[in-house]
């Protein structure tokens, strides 16, 4: 079956840099790739997601990027604010989802 | 908030008993899915359904098991079988079994002693 890995699993970041989170996964059959974004005690919520026929799709600050030759695709936020503070998980689906171990990201004012 | 709910928010249980956790949703989605959350671990699969009356294990289905009798419906019991029950479960449904979209619902944090 299909295994997720992330990294890393904690980020620290000044407020307006950059941060960039990166999975692989094995299942060469996976063909959906989406982010979610974790608040403290509340539930996961999707921002953003990208299908095997892309290989970048940008939203506002957060983009992701796919590389299905290698199995890797990455999500990058730019000009990270505190309320970007959370755990990220990356999954990878064929028809099952699976779920990397997560991100947890601190933006520092 | 997506339309799926579970009960309770917080759930405390005596080791040895069975407990059910609800999964309800009213989004007309196919599929349904359990997941289990540790600190550190991400989400595991624990059973999922794709339509009415049928499911399947996931990964860590041992000591766990589910029915679908209705669409909407998909209640998780964690049976005394499961040796490490504590935890944070998290339902989440999908319109269909095409690729998309998991929307979860908010979470049921059970404790066993």
Known sequence: ?109 | DGGITQSPKYLFRKEGQNVTLSCEQNLNHDAMYWYRQDPGQGLRLIYYSQIVNDFQKGDIAEGYSVSREKKESFPLTVTSAQKNPTAFYLCASKRDTRIGEQYFGPGTRLTVT
């Open chain 1, 1 to 109: 079956g299909e295994n997720v890995e992330q990294h890393p699993s904690t980020l620290s970041v000044q407020e307006g840099d950059s941060a960039v989170i990166k999975c692989t996964y094995s299942d060469s059959a996976s063909n959906y790739f989406p982010w979610y974004k974790q608040e403290l005690g509340k539930r996961p919520q999707l921002i953003i997601d990208i299908r095997s026929n892309v290989g970048e799709k940008k939203d506002q600050r957060i983009a992701v990027t796919l590389n299905k030759t290698a199995k890797h695709f990455s999500l990058h936020i730019t000009e990270t604010q505190p309320e970007d503070s959370a755990v990220y998980f990356c999954a990878a689906s064929d028809n099952d989802m699976r779920f990397g171990a997560g991100t947890r990201l601190t933006v520092k004012p």
